[in-house]
């Protein structure tokens, strides 16, 4: 994988190159300039062509990678402890995160196409500039222009979700708990009220205002995720991961992946299996 040393912002050939177990706490943009390429996400499949700029949150949920051979873009890593430690004041990076959830890929307009890919080959050049006494710094603020061209682009595209500040912090901690595993063993909104110190309705809410989604469609997104995850592995019998995953029978889990996907586990299982190649 040929990219720079440092971890915080580094560029890589291929989104194929990326190691999620290497850098587990990363976030991938890709800007698609020629070709095509295409990836699952969530269980959802995309087809990326030039002109979309990809924005993974979490590589974890992301898979089956494939590129055209007259493919080329630009991939960036951001560590994100890096863009946190940037503290941009302006909540609407909450809303982003949540909707990019749903949907990862922005379709540029030729003007934010330009935008995007100048900002990008700018951060490349100067990441190159290791001799730049305040280089840290001086990154961090190329990169804050280039996230707040993103959150121009992405607003101008979605319906306006004024979030307020302590609003944002919940949905950041609620959204936190679901990447750290908790709908593993609990898929009820009032566990994560009760955690937040809200009220379920209250809960479920702000995640509607802000995403267009309540609370339990993330729990869901999250738990269905994990089952898909556990599904494509055939060693493990629908015992085994109704048991991982703590619902109280067989037929629940069946009936929870029922009401989800439209499918029984096994016909769920076996569409997988079919996608994969496999």
């Known amino acids: 994988m040929e990219r720079q040393e440092w971890n915080k912002i580094f560029f890589i050939r291929s989104v194929k190159d990326y190691d999620v177990t290497d850098n587990p706490c990363c976030v991938i943009h890709i800007l698609c300039r020629r070709g095509s390429m295409s990836f699952r996400f969530q269980n959802v499949h995309y087809n990326i062509a030039a002109g979309d700029y990809v924005i993974l949150t979490n590589m974890s949920l992301a898979s089956g990678f494939s590129e055209s051979d007259d493919y080329e873009g630009i991939t960036m890593g951001l560590s994100e402890p890096f863009v946190l430690s940037i503290a941009i004041r302006n909540n609407y990076g909450i809303i982003g995160h949540l909707s990019l959830l749903q ?43 280039h996230i707040l061209d993103l959150y121009d682009i992405h607003a101008r595209g979605q319906a306006p979700r004024p979030v307020p500040e302590r609003t944002a912090k919940l949905l950041q901690q609620f959204v936190d708990m679901l990447y750290g595993g908790e709908y593993i063993t609990h898929r009820d909104v009032p566990y994560y009220a009760s955690r937040l110190c809200v009220t379920p309705h209250y809960l479920s809410e702000i995640c509607r205002k802000a995403s267009g989604k309540p609370a339990t469609y993330w729990i869901d997104r999250f738990t269905l995720h994990e089952i898909a995850n556990l599904l494509c592995q055939k060693e493990l019998t629908l015992t085994d991961i109704a048991d991982r995953l703590h619902f109280s029978s067989v037929s629940y889990f ?8 439209g499918l029984y586990p096994t016909a769920y299982r076996n569409n997988l299996w079919k996608k994969s190649g496999e």
């Not at 069946?254 to 996907?261: A, G, L, P, W």
Request: hydrophobic residues 35%; glycine residues 2%; charged residues 35%.
């Open 103 to 145: 949907n990862p890929v922005m379709k540029l307009s030729p003007p934010d196409f330009r935008k995007c890919s100048s900002d990008m080959e700018r951060l490349r050049e100067r990441l190159a500039d290791k001799t730049h006494l305040f280089r840290e710094e001086m990154l961090g603020y190329l990169l804050m222009a």
């Open 254 to 261: 069946s009936r929870y992946v029922k009401k989800q996907t």
